[in-house]
């Protein structure tokens, strides 16, 4: 990078960061809480259960009966009345896209578009507010809502003329542009789709708008990045989204970009979120040097991971089976990378002493991204890698038991399931539905399985995550008994999911996932007992309070406290 520029971007970042929001200014100052009313549930298998909790400063003190907890606590440590609800550890995200989720709660929202209509509406109603030539983005619109049909720029070109529009499908493979955008793009209509990737065209051969996954290159190389400033308003919009539903950690996927953001946040005091930074695969030399150059990082923000693709996802057909799809005979998905660049650079990444964790969603790419990680790991020789592959929904039966054999962790997102079972079966069959969200069948091979909600893609809500791990019942009220319900797991399974397996999967077992004396003061109250609660009310239970280092960073009007 010239000195110049990269003068000019530090310059930009520094005065993004002299004004951070009110709520990214706020002490770190941790205070002594005494947690009591409520059932403790500590993910701790030597006590998984106790009646109050102690922390003092930023680490829990004391884990016991109340009448032991009293007198040891502090003179004014606050007591914090959980009412009959349910303590916790505090819960991660294992898997979540920090900054374009915090983007998304200011972007046109589509997620709910129910109709045809309600999607050009709200297009129309958002380029009404729009000078000409500014892009409209996000989007994250799921045509099944409105029937399958896929959505065209002439959908939407006659209420958009003046505005390029880049809206992605939620799961984040295919994306609609319209005919502005194709034009400030310059994307030939002729053009062949790159490897990898999917130009959708009508029966005269005429680009629909729609491109999948690399083709997607072609129109969002154009779409202007957000300033530094609207990534650090996103990353304040997104802490305080995730403390209000009970998320203390997360692991971030995203870019060395991101890195270099979240570094710059901590080092500002202004990152109150503890953020595992994941960044792509291909580069994983660049992330290594970037360790080497500025270290790991801390308890707040630490660097170590990379994320890489092996295929796209159900919903956009580049998922890669085994056998062809349902409903497209001729189709097996499609591979975002060629097996010998996967293999590539996950060997070197792994030699260099970094977590390689991978997108895999049909059968064909899991089983390929297992075959790589288990020759590297033959190739490298024994060490405490941790594996991951991010998603694994749809599992051969036969490479269930693989995940455990080689210790590769299972990261995967349960409101998916919920979600994609109103419409999977017709695309991939009843067999293979059987192994998909196999939550059950991984634990019972003895795998390590850690849950997230891929936000935006999903909602990153815990308590919708439990409650569709363990109930299964799809979104639609067709399933109210569960989708392939041999796949359910208990409340404790899924929270451990949340918790204890979460920390693994990211190092940081001896530092937090658990609520023991000496680990992080990291805590969530729940309005009630999940583990009592009928399990179809699981979804409609409430944050009471998010603790994170020992202080209180929200606080629903039903919490209840004192000193």
Same mark, same amino acid.
């Given at each position: 990078m010239a000195w110049s520029h990269w003068w000019g971007a530090s310059l930009s970042l520094a005065c993004a960061l002299l004004a951070p929001a009110s709520a990214a200014s706020e002490t770190r100052d941790p205070e002594s809480l005494l947690i009591t009313g409520g059932r403790v549930w500590t993910a701790d298998p030597d006590r998984p259960w106790a009646e109050a909790l102690l922390t003092v400063g930023d680490k829990i003190a004391f884990v016991g009966d109340l009448d032991e907890a009293q007198p040891r606590a502090p003179a004014g440590a606050r007591v914090v009345d959980a009412t009959g609800g349910l303590v916790t550890p505090g819960w991660f995200d294992s898997h979540i896209h920090l900054l374009?989720?915090?983007?998304?709660?200011?972007?046109?929202?589509?997620?709910?578009?129910?109709?045809?209509?309600?999607?050009?509406?709200?297009?129309?109603?958002?380029?009404?507010?729009?000078?000409?030539?500014?892009?409209?983005?996000?989007?994250?619109?799921?045509?099944?809502?409105?029937?399958?049909?896929?959505?065209?720029?002439?959908?939407? @070109?006659?209420?958009?003329?003046?505005?390029?529009v880049w809206i992605g499908r939620l799961d984040g493979h295919m994306a609609l542009a319209n005919t502005a955008a194709f034009k400030a793009a310059g994307f030939d209509e002729s053009a062949v789709a790159p490897p990898g990737g999917a130009i959708e065209r009508d029966e005269r051969g005429r680009p629909t708008g729609l491109l999948r996954d690399n083709a997607m290159a072609l129109v969002g190389h154009a779409a202007p990045p957000a300033s530094d400033t609207e990534r650090l308003e996103a990353l304040d919009a997104a802490t305080d989204y995730l403390f209000a539903r009970g998320v203390t950690s997360v692991y971030h996927v995203g870019s060395l970009n991101d890195l270099r953001l979240l570094r710059a946040a901590h080092t500002a005091g202004r990152l109150r979120l503890r953020v595992h930074a994941a960044t792509q695969l291909s580069q994983w030399r660049r992330l290594a040097e970037e360790?080497?150059?500025?270290?790991?990082?801390?308890?707040w923000l630490r660097a170590g991971a990379l994320k890489g693709f092996v295929d796209g996802s159900l919903g956009s057909h580049t998922a890669a089976f085994l056998e062809p799809y349902d409903d497209k005979p001729t189709d097996r998905g499609l591979l975002v990378n060629s097996p010998q660049d996967l293999d590539a650079w996950t060997r070197g990444a792994d030699a260099a002493g970094l977590q390689v964790a991978v997108h895999a969603i049909g059968d064909r790419a899991i089983r390929l991204q297992l075959d790589v990680f288990e020759r590297v790991a033959r190739a490298n020789g024994p060490r405490d890698?941790?594996?991951?592959?991010?998603?694994?929904?749809?599992?051969?039966?036969?490479?269930?038991?693989?995940?455990?054999?080689?210790?590769?962790?299972?990261?995967?997102?349960?409101?998916?399931?919920?979600?994609?079972?109103?419409?999977?079966?017709?695309?991939?069959?009843?067999?293979?539905?059987?192994?998909?969200?196999?939550?059950?069948?991984?634990?019972?091979?003895?795998?390590?399985?850690?849950?997230?909600? @891929?936000?935006p893609v999903a909602p990153p809500t815990p308590l919708e995550g439990v409650y569709a791990a363990v109930t299964r019942r799809t979104l639609d009220d067709k399933n109210p008994g569960g989708w392939f319900p041999a796949q359910k797991i208990s409340v404790g399974e899924a929270l451990r999911g949340y918790t204890t397996e979460a920390a693994y999967a990211e190092f940081a077992e001896q530092e937090k996932g658990a609520l023991k004396p000496g680990l992080l003061a990291d805590v969530v109250i729940v309005d009630r007992d999940l583990f009592t609660a009928p399990q179809e009310t699981i979804a409609d239970a409430r944050v009471r309070c998010t603790v994170v280092g020992g202080r209180v960073v929200y606080e629903s009007p039903a919490a209840a406290s004192g000193p």
């Open positions: 374009s989720g915090g983007m998304s709660l200011s972007q046109v929202q589509l997620r709910d578009a129910a109709t045809k209509e309600e999607f050009v509406r709200r297009l129309r109603n958002v380029a009404a507010g729009r000078t000409p030539g500014q892009w409209i983005q996000g989007g994250d619109w799921d045509h099944t809502l409105w029937g399958g049909d896929l959505p065209t720029r002439d959908w939407i @070109d006659a209420v958009t003329p003046d505005n390029p360790i080497e150059r500025h270290g790991a990082g801390d308890e890698r941790r594996f991951r592959i991010e998603h694994a929904q749809h599992i051969a039966a036969e490479d269930l038991p693989r995940f455990a054999e080689l210790g590769v962790i299972a990261s995967m997102q349960p409101y998916h399931c919920i979600d994609d079972g109103r419409w999977a079966l017709p695309l991939i069959g009843a067999t293979r539905c059987e192994t998909t969200y196999a939550f059950r069948g991984l634990i019972d091979a003895g795998a390590r399985v850690a849950l997230g909600s @891929d936000w």
